[in-house]
């Protein structure tokens, strides 16, 4: 039996834990019902490429951050359910404020955003007054709006070099993907002080060990992992990059520094391929899983969906203030076809 519930009950449960949680009729096929109702209220289901596998295959779109910030630019659906984190959601109702974004759980935030408070960001920016702003999507709409272009990790060489050489840059919030691209570019730009907490995990040393053990293998790893992993990495991309090239290499086997989540999407491409999740530091944690991007799940999505809530909200002033990065962004991946 479907529970009909009175929306201030909803309110009141969602400011104390940030997602519904009621019950639901065992029953149901939750994946039909899903379906079902997404069919009947014209939603989209936008899922990034680190959220669970059964998620992964309910979704309308999967992509990386840009991929599912250009796809929320062109939906033409009347609601959009958001299978990722906090920022992308935000992203996603920036593009779009007519429309209404849905988080299945408000929780779902982002250590590399939270590295990055608005206050703390505006009091660093204000020390470097002559240096213009690019932001990593992985960020708050406040700090989104504090800048003057957003980036990817697939569009970040691109966004740094549509810069005049002679133009001085500030890089937020990641420390590790600025550093990269200043040895990339040839740049000096400002890092500002933040990391993933997931991305930061990887073990040199025992990297270095698997590597031995499989000497047949490549190492991959996202840019947001640190200089020394870096260093050693066989090839560095996104996660659509990382996706694209363990397709096309002629390699059997490789050992990925990035969530783990996006081993279901490699497996599914490549079935006949190996895949070892490249090892933390500590060996117990489950580390290489985003525990923003696992509060996902089935049962939430089906009570997003149904009572079309947790709802992202934003004011018309902060989205007026972050769109236009987020444009510019979108503006110069257009012309470079990416
Ligand atoms: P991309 O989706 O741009 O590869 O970024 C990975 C990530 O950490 C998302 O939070
Ligand atoms: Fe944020 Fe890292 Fe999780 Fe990506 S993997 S959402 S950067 S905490």
């Known amino acids: 039996m479907r529970q009909n519930i009175h929306p201030m009950e909803t309110s009141e449960v969602l400011e104390r834990v940030g997602y519904l949680d009621l019950p639901i009729d065992t029953s149901l096929n939750i994946e039909e019902e899903i379906k079902r ?3 009947e209220k014209k939603a989209i289901i936008l899922g990034h490429y680190y959220i669970r596998p059964e998620l992964q295959d309910i979704s309308d779109f999967i992509g990386d951050s840009l991929g599912l910030a250009q796809k929320a630019e062109k939906t033409d ?4 359910v958001f299978l990722g984190v906090h920022f992308m959601a935000e992203t996603a109702k920036i593009l779009n404020p007519d429309k209404k974004v849905l988080i299945p759980d408000l929780k779902a935030g982002c250590s590399l955003a939270e590295s990055a408070p608005a206050d703390k960001f505006a ?8 240096h213009k702003v690019i932001s990593y999507i992985n960020c708050t709409a406040e700090i989104k709006a504090l800048s003057d272009v957003i980036c990817t990790s697939s569009n970040a060489k691109a966004i740094v070099e549509s810069f005049p050489t002679e133009q001085k840059l500030i890089f937020a919030p990641d420390k590790n993907l600025g550093n ?3 040895s990339l570019t040839g740049r000096d730009m400002v890092l500002y002080d933040g990391a993933c907490m997931v991305h930061e995990q990887y073990s ?8 031995e053990e499989y ?5 991959i790893a996202h840019p947001e992992c640190e200089k020394p992993v870096l260093l050693v990495a066989d090839y560095i991309g996104s996660t659509t990059a990382l996706l694209k090239y363990t397709s096309e290499s002629k390699s059997e086997k490789f050992i990925v520094a990035t969530e783990s989540g996006i081993l279901h999407q490699m497996k599914k491409n490549d079935p006949g391929k190996t895949y070892i999740p490249a090892p933390s530091v500590d060996s117990t944690c489950g580390c290489n899983d985003c525990s923003f991007m696992k509060l996902n799940t089935l049962e939430k999505l089906y009570l997003c969906l149904e009572h079309e809530l947790p709802e992202i909200i934003l004011s018309d002033e902060l989205i007026e203030k972050s769109k236009k990065p987020i444009l510019r962004m979108l503006e110069i991946s257009r012309k470079l076809n990416l």
């Open 37 to 39: 109702i997404k069919k």
């Open 77 to 80: 659906a009347e609601i959009i």
């Open 123 to 130: 009091a660093f920016k204000a020390k470097y007054p002559d």
């Open 180 to 182: 990269y691209l200043n």
């Open 204 to 211: 040199l040393e025992k990297i270095l060990k698997i590597k």
């Open 215 to 219: 000497p047949d293998a490549e190492f």
